[in-house]
C-alpha cells in the first residue's frame, strides 16, 4: 500500500516554485493590492483651485527671494570705492550735494571756494558722480547703479560764509561745525550735530535726534521725526523753531537781561519754562512736540 508524500520541515513540495524576494512595488503573496483612491494609494494630489493659487503666489515669491538673497550675496564680495573732489567756482554763492546714503560733514572756512570731497563706495558696478555749476548755483549728485549692497557717498564740505550750502544724505549721521554762512542738513535715518554756528541754521533728521551746542546762530530752524532736540546757544537768538514728533525738547538760553516771546506746546509732557518773558519780545521761540517734554531756560 503507498503511503501520501509528506514534506519534512523546511523543505519544498516536488514541483512547487520557492518563493523568492518581492520586486519593489509589487503586492506580497496573500496580499490584496491597495484600490485607487483607497487607504494606502499613492496617486497624484488633485490640484484644487487653493493648491493653483498656493502654486501661483508662492513659486514666483521663493524665487524672488532666491534671486535676491544671491544677488546680495555677490554684491558683498563686488564691492569697491575711489575717491571725490570737487570744487565750485570761485563766483558760485550756493553749493548743493545730494547723496542716497552716507556720513556727511560740513565744516567752515574762512575763505576761497567751497569744495567737496570724500570716499564714494559702491557695490558690483561702479556708481555715478555728476557735479557742474550754472547759475551761480554748484550741484553735486551721486547715484548708485544697483540697489543692493554697499553704496554709499561720505561727502566732506568746505562751506565759506559767503556760500549757502545744502546737503541732504538719505541715510547717515550729520554734522555741521564752525560755519559762518547759511546751512541746510538734513538726513534721512541719522543723528545731527551742530556746534559753533553763527549764520543760519536748518537741521532736519527723519529718524534721528538732534544736538547743537555753542551757537551763536541768530535764526535756528530744527525738526525731528522722531527724537530728542537740545539746542544750546551762546547769544541770544532772533528766531528759533523746533519740534518734533515724539522726542523731548531742550533750548538753553545765554544768560542776561533778555527777553523772549515764547510758544510751546506738548501733546503728552510737561513744559518748564523759566526765560523772561514779554508778549512783543523781538526774540521768538517756537517748540512743538506731539509726546514729550519741553524745557526752556537760561544758562
Keep these: 500500500m503507498s503511503m ?5 520541515p523546511g523543505t519544498v513540495p516536488p514541483g512547487t516554485v520557492p518563493p523568492g524576494p518581492v520586486p519593489p512595488g509589487a503586492t506580497p503573496p496573500g ?8 487607504p494606502g494609494a499613492r496617486g497624484p494630489l488633485p490640484l484644487t483651485a487653493g493648491r493653483r493659487a498656493a502654486l501661483a503666489i508662492g513659486v514666483p515669491v521663493c524665487l524672488l527671494v532666491v534671486a535676491s ?45 567751497a569744495e567737496v570731497t570724500g570716499q564714494a563706495r559702491y ?10 555749476s550754472r547759475g551761480g548755483a554748484a550741484t553735486v549728485g551721486y547715484q548708485c547703479a544697483v540697489p543692493v549692497g554697499n553704496c554709499a557717498f561720505d561727502p566732506t564740505v568746505s562751506a565759506p560764509a559767503s556760500v549757502r550750502v545744502t546737503v541732504s544724505t538719505d541715510g547717515g549721521t550729520a554734522a555741521v561745525l564752525g ?25 532736519s533728521t527723519t529718524g ?15 525738526s525731528a521725526g522722531g527724537g530728542d532736540v537740545a539746542i544750546g546757544f551762546n547769544r541770544v537768538p532772533r528766531s528759533v523753531r523746533v519740534e ?21 506746546h506738548t501733546d503728552g509732557g510737561n513744559v518748564t519754562d523759566t526765560v523772561p518773558q514779554e508778549s512783543a519780545a523781538p526774540n521768538v ?10 524745557i526752556i531756560r537760561q544758562q
Design 285 to 294: 521761540i517756537t517748540a512743538t512736540t506731539g509726546g514729550g517734554d519741553i
Design 208 to 222: 534721528g535726534s538732534i544736538r547743537a551746542g555753542a551757537v551763536d546762530s541768530a535764526t535756528v530752524t530744527a
Design 179 to 203: 560755519t559762518a554762512g547759511p546751512v541746510t542738513l538734513s538726513t534721512g535715518g541719522g543723528d545731527i550735530i551742530a556746534s559753533g554756528t553763527s549764520g543760519p541754521l536748518s537741521l
Design 123 to 132: 557695490s558690483l558696478v561702479r556708481s555715478t558722480v555728476t557735479a557742474g
Design 69 to 113: 538673497t544671491g544677488l546680495d550675496l555677490v554684491a558683498t564680495f563686488g564691492q569697491g570705492s575711489f575717491p571725490v573732489s570737487y570744487t565750485a567756482p570761485a563766483a558760485d554763492r550756493s553749493l548743493t550735494v545730494s547723496t542716497p546714503g552716507g556720513q556727511v560733514l560740513v565744516n567752515g572756512v574762512t575763505g576761497g571756494p
Design 4 to 8: 501520501p508524500a509528506t514534506s519534512s
Design 31 to 38: 496580499t490584496a493590492a491597495p484600490r485607487p483612491g483607497g
Design 244 to 264: 518734533t514728533s515724539g522726542g523731548n525738547i531742550t533750548i538753553v538760553l545765554p544768560a542776561g537781561p533778555a527777553v523772549y516771546r515764547v510758544v510751546a
